[in-house]
């Protein structure tokens, strides 16, 4: 079974993406609040995938995912981000994120952008 890591500031959107991660047939492994969470739970549990928010306390998404991919060149890290940050995506992809995913998203797109991910 493909497993995730959840990265992300806010409650309701670590357990919609949760929710959604489930009905694609991922198991959750774990769940981060900041990029500093998210680097040293990736360490621990290696996820196959990992969708990361951008902004954050501590430590944000980008410097979290470059830290990863610098770590582990194969993560497969999908960053989140808020509508029209395009400077924020064109960063997260140079970081080594693999795809993103723009809030509020529809939830068909999450399920194509992980069944994607699963196949690479």
């Known amino acids: ?3 995730l890591l ?5 409650v309701f959107m670590r357990e919609t ?9 991922l198991q959750v492994v774990g769940e981060a609040e900041n990029g500093q969470q998210a680097i040293e739970l990736y360490r621990t549990l290696q996820p196959d995938l990992v969708t990361m928010d951008v902004t954050m306390p501590v ?10 991919v610098n ?22 992809l140079e970081n080594g994120a693999k795809d993103f995913l723009t809030k509020p998203f529809d939830h068909e797109q999450f399920k ?9």
């Open 59 to 68: 430590l944000s998404g980008l410097d979290a995912t470059k830290e990863i």
């Open 112 to 120: 194509r952008i992980i069944r994607q991910m699963i196949v690479i």
């Open 1 to 3: 079974m493909t497993t």
């Open 6 to 10: 959840v990265v992300d500031d806010t």
């Open 71 to 92: 770590e582990f060149p194969s993560a497969k890290i999908i960053v989140v981000t808020a509508l029209g940050q395009q400077k924020v995506v064109i960063k997260a």
């Open 17 to 25: 993406v949760k929710s959604l991660a489930v009905e694609c047939g």
